[in-house]
């Protein structure tokens, strides 16, 4: 059972991680009107990752006997100035979110509330690729210089990426997971 500050604040994170996905798809119809396939492909991929960790913390919560409170979602940016300066913001939100997943885990600490942390330790660990996946495609924007020809070569390599995680929640993440 966890308190009822933890469970607004794991409540806040889930609809935090929801507005991640409105941001990293306003950022793939961005790029796919920008003739970038591969770049839109990846932040797709990446709207799915997002509603995956909300959906992590609504099934958390209702394990814990908690209904999940689903509440406004803000209106994301729609334009950027270059796919560089894109994923610069990827970047800089990514890094927001590691520090209200910190948080989550002080309340965590504060609490005594060992459960919490363990499931809280995922998103730690899962901080990290996200921070890194954006330093890595900034790293190689900056490679491009501005050639428009690099710049579609690094848009093919991104199309490539795929969806790893579940994306049908409507049984339930575990079964969502056991189809993954
Ligand atoms: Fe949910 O990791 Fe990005 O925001």
Redo the contacts with the bound molecule.
């Keep these: 059972m966890v308190t009822k500050k933890m469970a607004d604040a794991i409540n806040e994170q889930m609809i935090r991680?929801i507005y991640?996905a409105y941001l990293y798809m306003s950022m793939s119809a961005f790029s796919s009107d920008m003739g970038l396939k591969g770049f839109a492909n990846w932040l797709m991929v990446q709207y799915h990752e997002?509603m995956y960790?909300g959906m992590k913390m609504y099934e958390y919560l209702q394990s814990q006997g908690v209904a999940p409170r689903i509440k406004k979602i803000d209106e994301p940016p729609a334009e950027w100035s270059t796919p560089l300066d894109m994923f610069q913001e990827v970047l800089k939100?990514?890094r927001k979110?590691t520090a209200w997943i910190n948080e989550l885990m002080d309340i965590a600490h504060e609490e005594k509330d060992y459960a919490s942390q363990i499931f809280i330790q995922w998103y730690v660990t899962?901080?990290i690729e996200?921070e890194e996946n954006a330093n890595d495609i900034i790293s190689r924007i900056e490679l491009t210089k501005e050639s428009p020809q690099a710049l579609m070569m690094l848009d093919k390599e991104l199309e490539a990426r795929i969806v790893k995680i579940p994306i049908d929640f409507s049984k339930g993440l575990s079964a969502a997971e056991s189809q993954n």
């Design positions: 991680e991640s997002e960790h939100h990514e979110v899962e901080q996200e």
